[in-house]
């Protein structure tokens, strides 16, 4: 098992860029699986999710062809037998995988996809991508562990009230609507930004779809499809990230190539928290921040905080004066993250879905435990902030979703190394 060496409190400074997100890729990816034309994607994220994705696409029976030097992936069709499955061995590490259910039962009319298993931050249910796709017509059997959806006459176009929103649930349903017969209107939607370049993706394939104002989302079904090509928008949940990281341990780091609207909510939060951050058009800079400000923050929906995100921002709470608070609204075990900080001296204390943290606490470094993609990343920071040496075991987790972590802090001048 790999881990990873950090050496704390180096000063950071210089470029990093941002890779493609892996939340907009997954969904496209499931997504192409509609396509007779081919389908083109740049700024693919190298991370371990997209290569699961694509191995999935692959068992299916897609064409795939990764141009890994220029981040490009290839999906096309060849003549070969399409199967509609998502077995238990490529799905069990990526909950993503059901994202192949919709797209499967819309064109092959039949899928049996297995159930995502539980995973560190819960158990992640589906019973909403089952609700939607049973309201378009699809008849759903639960047996051994896996999903067998069937639709002889193919899907039909109706109404959709979301109980609650649910990022998956959306996109499963825009992708199986999108070749239903007839219209589709979706209420309580979830409006991630990868949801939005998600439809971009399937109206450039030639489906009929607009986002209204109050979560509701329109679709007409079509069949033809025509060949795309797609650039992946940029990673904010990475952005977000690292925005943390300078503002922990950066004298002045700047990141091109993104949007600062859509990390509003985020940007607003630090700048609350004194951090020195400026933005214009496609670039944002943050500056060294000294006497970091205490914050109370409720994960919420796009876009309210992302839930992403909460594990770092802990982190940088741990370093404000006086007592911050997270409430985490959307897992319901997210705080896996919270023991490991204390193990590196972190003051916190939680209880059901609120942790509150007193800061400002010196860290430092202890052998900890990844258990989450973002839990991971937290130990991370933490580790550029602590005293000492920290060592991360369990780091195939940060591969899932963070490319080239490593060199794009080592660029910087963080002292981390993998072993
Ligand atoms: C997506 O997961 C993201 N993953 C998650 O990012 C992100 O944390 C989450 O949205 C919330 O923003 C991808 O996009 C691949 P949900 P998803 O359905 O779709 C419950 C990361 O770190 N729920 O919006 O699974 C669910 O248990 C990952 O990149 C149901 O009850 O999230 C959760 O409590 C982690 N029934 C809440 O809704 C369902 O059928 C929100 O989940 C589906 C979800």
Redesign the pocket.
Known sequence: MQKLLIKGKKVLSGTISISGS??AT??ILAASILNDKKTTLKNIPLVK?VFTMIELLSFIGLKTKLHKGKNILEISKKNKKIITVAPYRIVKTM??GVLVLGPLIAKYKKAKVSLPGGCA???????????ALKKLGAKILIKEGYIYASAKDGLVGCKIKFP??????T?NAIIAASQAKGKTILYNC?L?P?IENLIVFLKKMGCKISIKKGRKIIINGTFKTSQVSQKIMFDR?ELGTYLIAAALMGKKISFSNVIPKIINTEIKVLKSMGVKIKSQNKKIIVYKSLDIKSAKIKTK??PGF???LQAQIMVLMSKAKGYSSIEEN???NRFMHVPELKRMGAKISTKNNIAQILGPTKLSGAEVMAT???ASVCLVLAGLIADNRTVINRIYHLDR?YENLEKKLKTCGAKITRI
């Open positions: 892996k939340n997954l969904p999710d909950r993503a931050i819960g158990t992640r249910p589906v019973d909403l991508h089952l609700f609650s929103i649910s990022v998956g649930a996109e979830a991630e990868e949940i929906p796009y992302p839930t992403d959307i897992f319901e989450d993609l973002r979703g």
